[in-house]
């Protein structure tokens, strides 16, 4: 059975006294000495549990070991026994926790003789129970008794090493949710107990002391900074609150784990850490100086005078997330004062348990647990929808800030990008704890509870359940015949063995020999440092990996330093006579070992994948290619192909910027060594490659291929001959055993990266023409001349053939390697298979799909020119069916479908920022933009004509009105109508308490209908002046609103669609089907039926019976969001955030059939949906009359879909 105590532990000064500059000896009473393990329990020799990790007694004693020349002394609070915890973060990642308790004791007389030390001296000491089991409390609990018994008066019943003995051998750790146990040191009775593992995990700690010592803002500032992985350093003059606070912080993060350096107790000697480029969370006691270090983007939060400061600004959190959860926060410190208004009405206790004033307890800490785990849930909506490959867990971070983005109708966000790319929410992926097959954890609990608008604190399980109680008890205990008691003026040292005994009297022979030999000589004597090998040469196999270790700790920071300032050399700098370029040199060459080397690559590598840019300038890039040549040769020769391997990848990183704006890579310069010609280096870098990005969903030949790829991508990179580069790939690709077709695409992937190098750095020398086992020609390089005239051309001819070949169907199992390129390759795909029918012979084949281009941002706003917008006495207008699209360009677009090939009629500027909303009727363009105005166009002149201001911020929604009005909406949470002919507001109609984000008004009856990010359905009579209702009801923001007679709709993101009587102002119906917010609502007046669109990509339609609301259909057709739905007497369109599109139709009414008696709504039938095109989309817009749909993406062109014509 696991114990809870894993060992007992006492460090202090040993038999070798080094100060912590590591001088030996001792040097007086105001320097500080390394502390040293003195004693444990178990001992080494044992088997139950590793090792204590080496550093535990310099963490343990973080500032030190220091001498005194008295005890305890109760006038002096310097000399009371501190007691604090602290947390190491092994290798792994797992955690031990330490609890600690350092006091002065006496130092032994041996160690005082040897070192001549004064008579009667004190020095630091500390005892610490060590466990992997997160129970600061018991831990603590524990040691204070071992202590105070100690140094009791009356003494204790047995030998004190014996008690610790006892509890670390018997007390169990306890079955989380069940046990209770019991166990007694001396006369104090202890409990332990962990509660169960479906809630949130075991925090034995308070956390009041990090609410104590911030305030709210600086609260969330550090929880953002700790969630997007930032440098991290607090500073306090308590211990404990350092550990406390570290401790507390990373339980917030919760379902994540911080998955970077993790130091809550920085020791003093280790301050230069904090320059290390890598994310890191810290403690450090403000009394150590960091004079000298650089500090760039640390956050440094100083616990004492609740302070922030960083040199890089943090993003805050996004609305409304950021003041739902400072509301939050707010009503658990201050109740009294924030539920003041809502003490009668009751609302808050529905919420979350009531605190009231009561002293902070437990049930504190987990309601402040919750709130940040709620808020994660929320930031998080509908991320599982997400996660592309359930078995690799592959997050669409893009697709979703995307949807994000058009839910909130804000910009992405930077913060929540940042946070996608952490290393925790991608561990998290990883663990598999967001797929559906694991989804029973509590952030997906809390989502699916928000969802179904049931309590989130009901996901928590019960902690009612009765313990068994489990009771440890000490046979040894008040049986001893005489009742002898054991008193110690010191803390007693264990029971040491003979050779534990003699190694110590030969460590302090030696020490004071020494002291001798030095009243006869200078310390600058070459004996000196015989005597000092001789005492390494002494140390124990478990020292000497020790002292290794914080040797290689040692190199490695200060190659991080140095590595940071070799970045700042300047123009005027000389880089290979710089101090830091020589330093490095020589840490490199001097280290037979190979640490330099390798922690130079490393260093580069980490600089690389905390966000560094990879840009050089000509003087770094002069001093980096350098230094890594010698680093790869020394390497080399150790036969270290790890740090080949890590330094070729760096190579390929880091580049500077040539005359022409040309990246040029250093892996280009390291042509010249002999390591990249051998093919057992490229065989080894194969291997680690496939074992590195194995999956046993994959499929072996893509997988292999894959990885080929890569590796010929280097090749090409260093400039190897396409002679030599294909022999070694296709030696690799023969003993892997794959098929004709995949070497049929490393041929033309290699070949196409050829020319572009070709193309821009000239030829490299080649080998003659060879032909390969698969019976094709190996590339050998044209004649120098030819080449260099006809280079770019080559580079054209190269990349079409590679396109050409990597058609849709094989260019799958290159996913990987290009992530992020989708689009584009899409694009040039379809572009080049337009040209390969055009020129397969004079016949055109017409297509339904035409891609519009035009704008050069992201398309925002589309608008269809209706026959009833522009109908008039005459008949038709020809502007009937025309689409209007607005951009982060700033411009408005007009289209005119029925002209092919030349759709664009007209572009109208005069907007500075993004065009948000547009619409139009017979004579006008109407637009609104970010940049809080609207503006009214001719139409056919394409002339400006007014410009109407008076809304605070961005225009989200405007509508043309008969008799020359026009109505808008904006952020500014404020509605209102315009004469166009005046260029004045003539009425402010109404104002919600926040962004309006759909609108619907109904001409003959003068009733609008807004919503927004309030959560709040607002109904106005506008004729008659007044608001009618505030139709409450939704949870969260109303993204959609239709309003048909006495009826509206809402969708929300709450996952519900409400109905509502606007006569009455009441809730007919609530729809609640989906899993995911409701983007889309429409109402299909021939069918008297309802239709929703949601993020889940469902659509489901709706009608009443018996006066209930029932889902009669589904649609799945759509795998992304739904934004869009517009319904017909005769057709229905639907438009998906992922560029799909789909047409519906009832077949009994276009044939002129009569409807049956059954489900009207059920009879919609899906009537056709063109091939989908990879590209998000941002906006739809519908022509049912002609059968068009066209959509507005992200990559700023418009998709126009032409459903008459069939292909």
Partial sequence: MARIFEYFVVCGIGPEIRTLDGNRGFHGTGIMYLSSLLDQYPSLNHTLYPPPPPQLPTCVLPAGVQFYASGFDSTDPSSFPRSYPIVLTEGDGSKIYVSCIAFRDPVCEDIAEAYRIPANSFADKCICFVSRAPSFGILRDALEEIFLLCFSKTGSSKPLWDVIAYLVSNVPLPTPGKDRVLFAIENSLLAV?????????????????????????NFIKLFTAVLIERRILLRSDKYSLLTLASEAICHLLYPFRWQHVYIPLLFFSGVDYIDAPTPYMMGLHSGVDTFGLTMDGVVVVDLVH??????????????????????????????????????????????????????????????????????????????????????????????????????????????????????????????????????????????????????????LPSFLTERDIVTISDPGIGISGNRAKFCYDRFPANIRTEEQDEKRKQILAAASGALEYSGKHTPSSPSMHAGRESNTENLSPRERAAERERMVLDIKVKLQGLWLRLLKLGATDDPLSSFEYGTILALIESDAEGIGGSGFVECIREHIHSGWTC???EEQFIAVKELLKIAISRATARNDMATVRDALEVSAEMHKKDVNNVPDYVQRHLRSLPIWDELRFWEGYFEYLLDRFSNKSTNYATLVTTQLIIVAMHMAGLGLSETDSWYMIETIAG??????????????????????????????????????????????????????????????????????????????????????????????????????????????????????RGHSGAVTALHCVTKREVWDLVGDREDAGFFISGSTDCTVKIWDPSLRGSELRATLKGHTRTVRAISSDRGKVVSGSDDQSVLVWDKQTTQLLEELKGHEAQVSIVRMLSGERVLTAAHDGTVKMWDVRTDTCVANVGRCSSAILCMEYDDSSGILAAGGRDAVANIWDIRAGRQ???????????????????????????????????????????????????LSVEYSIADKGIITGSNDGLLRFWETDDGVVRCVKNVTIHNSSILS???????????????????????????????????????????????????MVRCVAFDLERKRICTGGRNGMLRLWDATINI
């Fill in 193 to 217: 107990e962990f509660p169960p593992t479906d809630g949130l995990p075991h925090a034995d700690i308070s956390f009041q002391p990090l609410v104590q010592c911030l305030d709210v803002d």
């Fill in 306 to 459: 609740n302070l922030i400061t960083t040199s890089e600004e943090i993003p805050q959190i996004p609305e409304p997330e950021y003041s739902s959860l400072r509301g939050d926060i707010l009503k658990l410190l201050y109740p009294n004062v924030v539920g003041i208004d809502q003490m009668k009405a009751g609302s808050f206790s529905e919420q979350c348990p009531r605190s009231g004033s009561r002293p902070w307890g437990e049930d504190h800490d987990l309601h402040l647990r919750f709130i940040f785990l709620k808020f994660i849930a929320s930031i998080l909506g509908g991320y599982r929808n997400f996660i592309e490959n359930t078995a690799n867990q592959i997050f669409n971070s893009q697709a979703f800030l995307k949807k994000r983005s058009r839910s909130t109708n804000q910009p992405l966000d930077p913060m929540i990008s940042q946070f996608l790319d952490s290393q925790g929410f991608l561990y998290y992926l990883e663990r598999g704890l967001g797929s559906e097959e694991n989804g029973d954890n509590l952030l997906d609990k809390i989502q699916d509870a928000i969802g179904k608008g049931q309590n989130p604190f009901s996901v």
């Fill in 615 to 617: 840009q050089l300038t």
């Fill in 735 to 852: 003993k892997n055993n794959i098929g004709y077709k995949h070497i049929i695409q490393i041929r033309g992937f290699l070949s196409h990266i050829r020319q572009i190098c070709v193309g821009y750095w000239g030829i490299y020398s080649g080998k003659s023409q060879s032909v390969s086992s698969f019976g094709l020609t190996s590339p050998r390089p044209q004649d120098t001349a030819d080449s260099t005239q006809q280079s770019s051309e080559a580079s054209v001819v190269g990349r079409s053939w590679v396109q050409s070949m990597f058609s849709r169907d094989r260019a799958s199992s290159f996913s990987r390697v290009r992530q992020g390129t989708t689009d584009s390759a899409t694009n040039d795909n379809g572009s080049l298979l337009k040209q390969d029918v055009s020129a397969s012979g004079p016949k055109k084949v017409q297509t339904n799909i035409r891609m519009l």
């Fill in 1028 to 1078: 009618m209702h505030k139709l409450v009801g939704h949870s969260k923001w109303i993204r959609s609103v239709r309003m048909v007679g006495d009826t509206v709709i809402t969708g929300s993101d709450d996952w519900t669609a409400r109905v509502w009587s606007v006569s009455q102002g009441t809730c007919d119906s609530v729809l609640a089907c989906h899993d995911g917010p409701v």
């Fill in 1125 to 1175: 739905v517009n319904a017909g007497e005769h057709w229905l369109g639907i438009g998906a955030a992922d560029n799909s599109m789909s047409l519906f139709h009832r077949p009994q009414e276009r044939l002129g059939a009569l409807s049956g008696t059954g489900s009207k709504m059920a009879g919609w039938q899906l009537y056709r949906t063109p091939q989908k095109a990879v590209a």
